[in-house]
């Protein structure tokens, strides 16, 4: 049997009283497609599992390797410097929890009885004592690195998801957040056996007030028992409708 049907560990239980872990990334899908993310959590058929993206992973390991010199430090790093912001790199004992996937920092949202979950990349303080959320992103392209892109709403959202987390957690936090983006440079002359990379920090004014409205949402497609319509949109819901129509067609067809 293929991995892509695969029943998950962390499947809702209606009669359950126990909380129900939600990561960011569920709510994401949640808002990208509800049916999606009904037959994912729901059902225990998640969207089939998307390449590695090994070279990403390489790039933010090394960025918080960087970033934790300047943090043992207590001092700005210099892409902080270059792009003017008033911060240095935040010092915590729990923050390696805090990026580590599958655990992160946690809020249990009573109304719900929903863990939310979600592994920030890195945190940065201001003389306002005001915690700012970072996240990294890697990418390689010739034009201008932008959040413009509608695909780029996942990473507002995922930054909100972060900011709210830790607002829950009783932090004060910065309603602005960054994305250090890493551009891949190929316009070089020779690969030389190394990439390089040209590096923004993008500010980004958060807005998590849809979050408190949209969990029991979530909460009430999980207790339904019926799969919520699909996203117009969605690809994975398109591509099975399709198939099936195809695959129904052909078999009537072929008993002719």
């Known amino acids: 049997m293929s991995n892509y049907y695969k029943k998950s560990s962390n499947i809702f239980d209606p009669n359950s009283k126990m909380p129900f872990k939600l990561s960011r990334s569920k709510i994401d899908l949640f808002m990208d497609c509800p049916q999606c993310f009904y037959l994912d959590r729901r059902l225990g058929v998640g969207r089939p599992p998307g390449f590695p993206f090994n070279l990403n992973s390489a790039v933010d390991t090394l960025l918080k390797k960087e970033f934790d010199l300047y943090r043992e430090k207590q001092a700005a790093h210099p892409f902080i410097e270059e792009f003017d912001i008033d911060a240095i790199p935040f010092d915590h004992p729990k923050l390696n929890i805090w990026r580590e996937n599958f655990k992160g920092i946690?809020?249990?949202?009573?109304?719900?009885?929903?863990?939310?979950?979600?592994?920030?990349?890195?945190?940065?303080?201001?003389?306002?004592?005001?915690?700012?959320?970072?996240?990294?992103?890697?990418?390689?392209?010739?034009?201008?690195?932008?959040?413009?892109a509608d695909w780029q709403i996942s990473y507002k959202r995922q930054m909100e998801v972060y900011q709210w987390l830790f607002r829950q957690n009783g932090f004060k936090v910065s309603n602005t957040g960054y994305f250090v983006y890493c551009n891949g440079d190929t316009g070089l002359p020779q690969f030389d056996k190394k990439l390089e990379f040209i590096i923004k920090v993008i500010p980004y004014a958060g807005d998590t007030s849809w979050i408190d409205s949209t969990l029991p949402k979530i909460k009430d497609?999980?207790?339904?028992?019926?799969?919520?319509?699909?996203?117009?949109?969605?690809?994975?819901c398109n591509y099975r409708k399709?198939?099936?129509?195809?695959?129904?067609?052909?078999e009537k067809e072929a008993k002719k």
Do not use: F, Q, R
């Not at 339904?224 to 690809?235: F, G, K």
């Not at 399709?242 to 067609?249: D, F, G, S, W």
């Open 242 to 250: 399709n198939a099936v129509i195809a695959k129904i067609k052909h």
């Open 221 to 236: 497609c999980l207790m339904s028992s019926e799969i919520p319509e699909m996203n117009p949109d969605c690809d994975y």
């Open 106 to 148: 946690e809020h249990l949202h009573e109304k719900t009885n929903l863990l939310i979950t979600g592994a920030v990349d890195d945190l940065w303080i201001n003389p306002d004592e005001e915690l700012i959320v970072v996240d990294y992103k890697s990418t390689s392209k010739t034009s201008e690195i932008t959040l413009d």
